[in-house]
C-alpha cells in the first residue's frame, strides 16, 4: 500500500554518471559521482530531515540491473525542495572530503 507521509529518496537522484532518462533528477553540478547510502543519510540529517528508513539492498527501478539504496523522510516539504537542499549538504560535504 502506498505510504502517503513519506517521500522516498533514491541514490539514483544524485548519481552525476547517470542521465536524468537513467534517473538522475538534479542539474549535474547538484550532484556527486557515485554517493553511498552513508553519505546519503549524513546529507538529509545535516539539512535537517529526519530519516524514518533506509534499504542498500533495492534496485532503482530504472536501473533494475544494479543494486542502490534509499532513504525514506517524511513528507513536509515539496521534493524537489527536499532534493535540493540534501544536494546542497551532499556536494558541500564531498568538496570538503577532496581538499
Known sequence: MKDYEHIV??????????TKRMG?????DKCVFDPSLKELTDAA????????ASDDKVRFPRRAFVRSGYITLPKVTPKAKVLYKISEKLVAKRAKQSK
Open 9 to 18: 529518496v533514491w541514490l539514483d537522484y544524485f548519481n552525476k554518471t547517470l
Open 24 to 28: 538522475r533528477r538534479l542539474p549535474k
Open 45 to 52: 540529517k545535516e539539512a535537517g530531515f529526519e530519516t524514518t
